[in-house]
C-alpha cells in the first residue's frame, strides 16, 4: 500500500490537526511527515491561508519543507550509492578503472546520476541489467542531450523521474560539456590512428587508397577542415558539377559531359563544401588521395591540374560567390613535386592559381604531415584543457569501433579478430562456405 506524501501539522501530543501537501521533490520515496508544535490547535486552519508570508504557520510549513528536502536530499545520495555499489559487486557497473581526469569524472557522475535514477525501471535479470547499463553508459558519452528522450520512450519514467533528468542534462551545461569533450577526444584518437596508418613506414605499405583510407574518411571530413560536408565521394567532373549548380540553385546545365583537356571525364575522390563567414559564399575543395605508399610526383600533380582547369575552363562552374581548392593529399613526393609547391611567387604548396572573371581556382600538395599537425593546432585549446593524450592503444581502438570493416588486418585489435573469426566460424557450421576473409 502506497503512503500518501503529506504533511501532518500535529499538536505537541501528535495528534493531527491539519494536513498540508508535502511540496517536495522527492522521487522514489513515498512518505508522510509529522510536524510537532503545542500551539499548532490555535493555527488551525490557517495553512490553507498562506498567502502572508509573514504568518507563523508559513513559517512553519516552511522550515519543513526545507528540513524534508534536506533529509531526503541525502537519502538519496545513500540509496544511489548503495545501488552503484551492488552493479560494481556483481560486475554490471561499466566503467571498470578509475576516472583519469576532470571530464571523464564528469561523464561518470553524470552516469552514476542518470542510472540511479531510472534503476527501478530496469529489467532483473543480472545480464539484461548490464547490457542496460552498458547502453546508458554510450547514450551518456555520444548523446547526452538526447539521454532523457530515449530513458523515457524505453522506461516510461514518472514525471518525477523526467523531471529530475531535465534539471540535471537541461538545465545546465553538463550535456554539451560531455557532448565536447567526447567529439574532441575521439578526433585525437582519430589523428592518432591516421597517423600511424599514413605514416608508419610498414603500415603505410599495406593501406588501400580507395577501398580503405577512402572510406575512412569519407566519415571523417573534419579532418579538411572544420564545417565542411561531403557532397561528393568518388564521383565523375559531372556530378561535381550538378551538386554545385544545385547549391547555387541552378538546376539545369548543358548536356554535354565535363572534359579534361585531353578528352576524359576524370573521377574525382572526394568533393567538400562549406559555408564563409562572408555573406552569401561558399568553399568547395575537392581532394584527390594517394595511398600513403605512393610518392607523388610530377604525374600525380599534373592529374590534379587537370581536374581544377577542367573547372576553371568550363563557364558553368563560375560564380562570384564560389571559390575553389583542389588538394592532393599524400605521404610523401619527389624533388620534383617539392620544387612546384614551393615557388617564390605563390603561397607554399600551392602549385596552381587562377582567378579570370568569377572565377577563382587554386590547387595544393598538401601532406598529411601538415594536416595532422593543422587539425592538432585546431584541438590544441581542448586538449590542454581535457587533458587528454590519445595513445597508439586509444587510438587503435577507435579505429577498430568506428572503421572496422575497411582498416589493414594489421590494424585490427586481437578481440576484434577474435570476434570475426568467431562469426566466420559460425557461418562454417550453419553450412555457409568461406571463399576468404574478405579485407
Given at each position: 500500500?502506497?503512503?500518501?506524501?503529506?504533511?501532518?501539522?500535529?499538536?505537541?501530543?501528535?495528534?493531527?490537526?491539519?494536513?498540508?501537501?508535502?511540496?517536495?521533490?522527492?522521487?522514489?520515496?513515498?512518505?508522510?511527515?509529522?510536524?510537532?508544535?503545542?500551539?499548532?490547535?490555535?493555527?488551525?486552519?490557517?495553512?490553507?491561508?498562506?498567502?502572508?508570508?509573514?504568518?507563523?504557520?508559513?513559517?512553519?510549513?516552511?522550515?519543513?519543507?526545507?528540513?524534508?528536502?534536506?533529509?531526503?536530499?541525502?537519502?538519496?545520495?545513500?540509496?544511489?550509492?548503495?545501488?552503484?555499489?551492488?552493479?560494481?559487486?556483481?560486475?554490471?557497473?561499466?566503467?571498470?578503472?578509475?576516472?583519469?581526469?576532470?571530464?571523464?569524472?564528469?561523464?561518470?557522475?553524470?552516469?552514476?546520476?542518470?542510472?540511479?535514477?531510472?534503476?527501478?525501471?530496469?529489467?532483473?535479470?543480472?545480464?539484461?541489467?548490464?547490457?542496460?547499463?552498458?547502453?546508458?553508459?554510450?547514450?551518456?558519452?555520444?548523446?547526452?542531450?538526447?539521454?532523457?528522450?530515449?530513458?523515457?520512450?524505453?522506461?516510461?519514467?514518472?514525471?518525477?523521474?523526467?523531471?529530475?533528468?531535465?534539471?540535471?542534462?537541461?538545465?545546465?551545461?553538463?550535456?554539451?560539456?560531455?557532448?565536447?569533450?567526447?567529439?574532441?577526444?575521439?578526433?585525437?584518437?582519430?589523428?592518432?590512428?591516421?597517423?600511424?596508418?599514413?605514416?608508419?613506414?610498414?603500415?603505410?605499405?599495406?593501406?588501400?587508397?580507395?577501398?580503405?583510407?577512402?572510406?575512412?574518411?569519407?566519415?571523417?571530413?573534419?579532418?579538411?577542415?572544420?564545417?565542411?560536408?561531403?557532397?561528393?565521394?568518388?564521383?565523375?567532373?559531372?556530378?561535381?558539377?550538378?551538386?554545385?549548380?544545385?547549391?547555387?540553385?541552378?538546376?539545369?546545365?548543358?548536356?554535354?559531359?565535363?572534359?579534361?583537356?585531353?578528352?576524359?571525364?576524370?573521377?574525382?575522390?572526394?568533393?567538400?563544401?562549406?559555408?564563409?563567414?562572408?555573406?552569401?559564399?561558399?568553399?568547395?575543395?575537392?581532394?584527390?588521395?594517394?595511398?600513403?605508399?605512393?610518392?607523388?610526383?610530377?604525374?600525380?600533380?599534373?592529374?590534379?591540374?587537370?581536374?581544377?582547369?577542367?573547372?576553371?575552363?568550363?563557364?558553368?562552374?563560375?560564380?562570384?560567390?564560389?571559390?575553389?581548392?583542389?588538394?592532393?593529399?599524400?605521404?610523401?613526393?619527389?624533388?620534383?613535386?617539392?620544387?612546384?609547391?614551393?615557388?617564390?611567387?605563390?603561397?607554399?604548396?600551392?602549385?596552381?592559381?587562377?582567378?579570370?572573371?568569377?572565377?577563382?581556382?587554386?590547387?595544393?600538395?598538401?601532406?598529411?604531415?601538415?594536416?595532422?599537425?593543422?587539425?592538432?593546432?585546431?584541438?590544441?585549446?581542448?586538449?590542454?584543457?581535457?587533458?587528454?593524450?590519445?595513445?597508439?592503444?586509444?587510438?587503435?581502438?577507435?579505429?577498430?569501433?568506428?572503421?572496422?570493416?575497411?582498416?589493414?588486418?594489421?590494424?585490427?585489435?586481437?578481440?576484434?579478430q577474435d570476434a570475426e573469426d568467431f562469426a566466420l566460424e559460425s557461418l562454417d557450421g550453419a553450412g555457409t562456405q568461406s571463399a576468404?576473409?574478405p579485407r
Open positions: 500500500m502506497r503512503t500518501p506524501r503529506e504533511l501532518h501539522l500535529c499538536d505537541a501530543d501528535g495528534m493531527t490537526i491539519d494536513i498540508a501537501n508535502a511540496g517536495i521533490q522527492a522521487p522514489e520515496f513515498d512518505f508522510t511527515a509529522y510536524v510537532l508544535w503545542d500551539e499548532m490547535r490555535e493555527h488551525q486552519g490557517q495553512f490553507l491561508l498562506m498567502e502572508s508570508e509573514d504568518s507563523e504557520i508559513f513559517a512553519l510549513i516552511g522550515a519543513a519543507r526545507s528540513q524534508l528536502r534536506e533529509h531526503f536530499r541525502e537519502r538519496s545520495t545513500e540509496r544511489r550509492r548503495e545501488v552503484i555499489e551492488k552493479w560494481k559487486a556483481d560486475g554490471s557497473y561499466p566503467y571498470k578503472d578509475e576516472p583519469e581526469d576532470d571530464v571523464e569524472r564528469l561523464e561518470r557522475e553524470t552516469f552514476d546520476v542518470v542510472a540511479t535514477t531510472v534503476h527501478r525501471h530496469m529489467p532483473r535479470p543480472k545480464r539484461q541489467q548490464k547490457v542496460t547499463l552498458a547502453l546508458i553508459r554510450e547514450a551518456v558519452k555520444h548523446q547526452p542531450e538526447n539521454v532523457h528522450r530515449i530513458l523515457d520512450e524505453v522506461f516510461r519514467l514518472s514525471n518525477d523521474d523526467k523531471s529530475a533528468l531535465d534539471n540535471l542534462l537541461n538545465r545546465t551545461n553538463l550535456s554539451s560539456m560531455i557532448k565536447a569533450s567526447s567529439n574532441v577526444a575521439d578526433r585525437l584518437d582519430f589523428l592518432a590512428a591516421l597517423s600511424h596508418m599514413v605514416i608508419d613506414p610498414e603500415v603505410r605499405k599495406m593501406v588501400k587508397e580507395r577501398s580503405q583510407l577512402h572510406k575512412i574518411l569519407e566519415n571523417e571530413a573534419w579532418v579538411f577542415g572544420d564545417h565542411y560536408s561531403i557532397l561528393v565521394s568518388d564521383q565523375a567532373l559531372d556530378t561535381v558539377l550538378d551538386r554545385h549548380l544545385h547549391i547555387l540553385g541552378r538546376e539545369n546545365r548543358a548536356p554535354e559531359p565535363v572534359r579534361r583537356l585531353d578528352g576524359s571525364t576524370g573521377i574525382v575522390d572526394l568533393m567538400l563544401s562549406r559555408a564563409r563567414r562572408e555573406h552569401d559564399r561558399r568553399q568547395h575543395l575537392v581532394v584527390e588521395l594517394k595511398a600513403p605508399a605512393v610518392v607523388v610526383g610530377a604525374k600525380e600533380v599534373n592529374q590534379i591540374k587537370s581536374y581544377a582547369q577542367a573547372v576553371a575552363f568550363d563557364d558553368q562552374f563560375h560564380d562570384r560567390t564560389v571559390e575553389w581548392d583542389f588538394w592532393l593529399v599524400t605521404t610523401r613526393m619527389d624533388r620534383v613535386a617539392r620544387i612546384d609547391a614551393n615557388q617564390r611567387e605563390r603561397k607554399p604548396g600551392c602549385v596552381w592559381d587562377f582567378t579570370e572573371g568569377a572565377i577563382t581556382v587554386r590547387v595544393w600538395l598538401r601532406t598529411w604531415s601538415e594536416i595532422v599537425e593543422e587539425c592538432h593546432d585546431r584541438l590544441q585549446y581542448f586538449r590542454e584543457h581535457l587533458d587528454h593524450d590519445p595513445n597508439l592503444g586509444h587510438a587503435l581502438e577507435y579505429l577498430n569501433a568506428n572503421h572496422s570493416a575497411v582498416i589493414p588486418s594489421a590494424l585490427r585489435l586481437p578481440e576484434q576468404g576473409r
